[in-house]
């Protein structure tokens, strides 16, 4: 079983909830991009100490996730999504609306859509080698995300 | 990198927490159903202007999920899990328990369990095309689902 | 369409935010850990009555998910995982950095990083066969996990 550390309890008589939106323009169809210190500029501004950020795209066919900054493992990922899920501009149904990007779909889907990031001290409270990453696989025209940090202030 | 916009900063001296459950009892065994307009009516009857609406099921074979509103697309989910986890009652260690739901098990792994969407202004801060979704992979039997809405607000 | 029941709705002056760390340091490289009772414990320490409970691993080799406490399903899920993304220390291009756990970046996705737990009434709100796991895809080392309540108490 695992050793628990209680590290800290905070009450607060104000809740702040802050809104911003990114828009992203890919130069690929498909690319991974890190957000990590534009989500640490949100939560600065935000005034949030303890609470969390919340991270989701509004499109459906690019996902916010969590994993490491290594440009290996990048090709890994869209390598192995490729597999999973190929780009098959004849192979879906989908693709008979005139579309050719039902493999994005399901690509986003394997990845995750959304993402939560616990904010502890005015700072995302990730692990060593966690990054925030935009995953895109439909790009090459504007897509939006949206970014809403909750908590409590110092 | 992106263009950031701060929309919007609020403080509030109270929280809200609404609370909600959902019974499906589906048709087929698998299914998905469109649940957007249910949660934008919780989301109203809540009064929470600013916050995060967290949808989950309470049962381990079905997920709640953002995507399309595209027959074609559901068509192409339902193959593609097919395949990637496929129906096989004699196939998984799960069903000598007596189950033949094991797929149902890894089809909701795929597709995720839960999903939040920010609420703006007293509405589901969605984009475009996104609709929320109850994808059910065991169905035909009553199955729950819960909403917590958590904000400030006006 | 499901039947709606609107079960409760709360207001507070306080907002209550609770921090606590799990290490894990498991025999295997894969394993999958039950941690319901130790987030019950956590949500009873923190106060909360209504909120939720987010927990997630800081590293990117392992997944906080829910699904079913049963053995066989468990052999299921890894043996699948392993089928969706092998283990293969020369197949990967992040395993010519040195590491040999690509896979295990792979496994994790699939099963998702994070988890939200509804809470009610001061209880985690969870479904009858619902139960939080720790899935660890590189283990044999020490490996974090962070836990956030929010809400409000009574």
Redesign the interface.
């Known amino acids: 079983?695992?050793?628990?550390?209680?590290?800290?309890?905070?009450?607060?008589?104000?809740?702040?909830?802050?809104?911003?939106?990114?828009?992203?323009n890919t130069k690929n169809r498909y690319e991974l991009?890190k957000?990590t210190p534009?989500l640490e500029?949100?939560v600065a501004?935000?005034?949030v100490a303890?609470?969390?950020c919340?991270v989701?795209?509004?499109?459906?066919t690019s996902s916010i996730?969590?994993?490491?900054d290594?440009?290996?493992?990048h090709?890994?990922?869209l390598n192995?999504l490729e597999k999973?899920?190929p780009y098959n501009p004849k192979g879906?149904?989908?693709?008979?609306?005139g579309e050719d990007n039902?493999d994005a779909?399901?690509k986003r889907?394997?990845?995750?859509?959304?993402?939560?990031?616990?904010i502890?001290n005015g700072r995302l409270?990730?692990?060593?080698?966690?990054e925030v990453f935009?995953g895109e696989f439909d790009g090459q025209r504007p897509k939006?995300?949206?970014v809403?940090v909750?908590?409590?202030g110092t």
Chains 1, 2, 3 share one sequence.
């Open positions: 079983m695992p050793r628990i550390e209680f590290a800290r309890s905070v009450k607060s008589s104000e809740i702040i909830i802050t809104t911003a939106y990114l828009t992203f991009v957000i534009i500029e949100i501004k935000s005034g303890e609470g969390i919340f989701s795209p509004m499109h459906i996730f969590v994993n490491d290594e440009s290996g493992l090709e890994d990922f192995w999973l899920a879906y149904k989908h693709n008979l609306t039902a779909h399901l889907t394997i990845m995750g859509r959304e993402t939560i990031i616990a502890t409270d990730l692990g060593p080698w966690e935009y939006r995300v949206i809403k909750i908590g409590a």
